[in-house]
């Protein structure tokens, strides 16, 4: 059984359905159907997190599975064990696995392969695919649709990025304003990809490293934290190169239309100015509610022929 570690893994036309699903969870109020009752879920997260680690927890739970949570210390990989023989074990034991590490996408593939069970990617270095659904059904709950929409992105190149990216690239008429400081841009591999689907659905991704000569008709305007999860800034003064990357009450005021989004968790007075995200213009906690509805969707999807 499929689980969820890439979007580049998922029929495009199953990946909308999934978006609109998410959507339609947070509109309905009641009982979910107990469409995975009796399965047991490992949820292991060996990196903090608050929301997406919330989100599956819950969805789990109100689909009718029981969960088993594990924290970063609680494996024998943290004595050795091989990510293979773990991979066995949960495969051996568990319905399924929610993983999120700030290693190789690699890691998970092998687990689930080991394993032979479902792995949601619930965040690794390249890619954070569960947070794409969360955007683009953020958006189409906000417009109506994402078609056509265009997004100025502010801040490093990170798994949030690429998963937005990748999302994005799925719609047609889309524009993209990746806005990074220099040194912490998305892959150019990415890029190039994201270029190329593109060209062939109407689309534009561009990156720019000067936020103040971005060229966009933003619709969303959206930024993510200066620290990216697991990874190192190789320069003392990097807050200098960072800074121009921080989404203000005057940024704003140049997309006067553009709501405002972000993955969270914020840090006010970095990225983001606490008038911003706290401000009329900004979706960011519906974003962060989306989480949830988001994660019912795909547990849904992965489960969707099982009995
Ligand atoms: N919404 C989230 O999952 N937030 C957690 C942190 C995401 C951010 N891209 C990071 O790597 O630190």
């Not at 999860?229 to 005057?250: I, L, M, N, Q």
């Amino acid at each position: 059984m499929a689980g969820f570690l890439s979007l580049d893994d998922v029929d495009t036309e199953e990946l909308h359905g999934i978006v609109e699903r998410s959507v339609d969870v947070l509109a309905r109020e009641g009982r979910l159907e107990q469409k995975l009752s009796g399965k047991v879920l490992g949820i292991y997260f060996a990196k903090t997190s608050t929301r997406t680690r919330t989100a599956f927890t819950s969805a789990a739970l109100r689909l009718g599975a029981s969960v088993i949570p594990y924290g970063p210390g609680d494996l024998q990989l943290n004595t050795g064990e091989s990510l293979h023989d773990t991979g066995r074990m949960f495969g051996a034991m568990l319905d399924g696995l929610v993983m999120r590490t700030a290693g190789p996408l690699e890691e998970m593939r092998l687990v689930a392969r080991s394993g032979g069970l479902p792995v949601v990617n619930a965040m690794a270095a390249q890619e954070h695919p569960t947070q794409g659904v969360c955007d683009a059904a953020t958006m189409l709950r906000h417009f109506g649709q994402v078609d056509g929409l265009s997004v100025l992105y502010v801040g490093e190149g990170n798994n949030t990025a690429a998963a937005l990216g990748k999302i994005l690239s799925t719609y047609r008429g889309v524009t993209v304003v990746f806005a990074t400081p220099k040194g912490y841009g998305l892959d150019a591999a990415l890029l190039g990809s994201l270029e190329e689907k593109g060209a062939a659905s109407a689309s534009r991704f561009i990156e720019t490293h000067d936020l103040d000569s971005a060229e966009i008709a933003a619709d969303v305007v959206y930024t993510t934290r200066w620290q990216t999860t697991g990874t190192a800034k190789p320069s003392a003064d990097w807050r200098e190169d960072f800074r121009p990357f921080h989404v203000d009450d005057e940024v704003m005021a140049r997309w006067p239309d553009a709501v405002f989004m972000h993955d969270l968790p914020a840090h006010r007075g970095d990225e983001v100015k606490g008038s911003v995200l706290d401000g009329d213009r900004s979706i960011a906690w519906e974003q962060a509610r989306m989480k949830y509805g988001s994660a019912v969707a795909i547990l849904e999807w992965i489960y969707r022929d099982s009995r």
